[in-house]
């Protein structure tokens, strides 16, 4: 009888030191998200136990999962409607943007074709050409790393995407002008008076 309470208390204490933390040990958030965040977060989820097609609350969830680099839950939190509706291109393109983060570019380029074929010929939901441009920036970025490990060999990963995203100036849409304006002067800065010094 007394072996058998010596024994359990060897055993608690066993436990007791293998699943408690080490003194040293650090405990950070799993999602590296401001206080506000993580409550939208939790609220979107709640949302989507209610209604598990809900594809707004599915794709605001996965941009925030990635906004809190977590990828791999981006993923699963566009898995369940990426089933119920496979015809929106913007599912395909949040898919294809988690995988290329998680570092799975030989599943990340055909979704982002998938996205891109969908954006111009028959997506569920319309598709703008601002949609279609970041798309094809993807589709573009991507084909220069689809026949890479990214995972072995992030660094030249790294240098060809920074490679393919040359830095470009885009000019801002024109307004189109009405009929019997003139458009205003431009506007010429007025010469520089030179100031004595005192």
Not at 61 to 66: G, I, Q
Not at 178 to 189: E, F, L, M, R, T
Request: hydrophobic share 45%; glycine share 6%; net charge positive.
């Amino acid at each position: 009888m007394i072996t058998r309470v010596l024994d359990l208390a060897v055993l608690l204490l066993l436990a007791v030191a293998i699943l408690l933390p080490r003194p040293d040990a650090r405990v950070k958030s799993a999602l590296a998200l401001d206080e506000e965040a993580r409550g939208r977060v939790a609220e979107l989820q709640a949302r989507l136990l209610g209604e598990p097609g809900d594809v707004a609350a599915a794709m605001e969830l996965s941009d925030l999962f990635m906004d809190g680099r977590r990828p791999d839950w981006a993923l699963a939190a566009l898995a369940p409607v990426l089933g119920r509706y496979p015809s929106d291109h913007r599912l395909h393109g949040r898919r294809a943007l988690a995988l290329a983060d998680h570092y799975e570019v030989a599943l990340a380029y055909p979704a982002a074709l998938t996205a891109l074929a969908l954006c111009e010929a028959g997506s569920s939901v319309p598709c703008g050409e601002a949609e279609r441009s970041r798309l094809t920036l993807l589709r573009d970025t991507l084909v220069t790393i689809k026949g890479l490990d990214a995972r072995r060999d992030p660094n030249t990963a790294k240098e060809r995407i920074l490679h393919a995203l040359k830095p470009t100036y885009l000019p801002p849409p024109r307004a189109p002008a009405a009929a019997g304006k003139k458009p205003p002067a431009p506007s010429v800065p007025a010469p520089a008076v030179p100031v004595p010094a005192p």
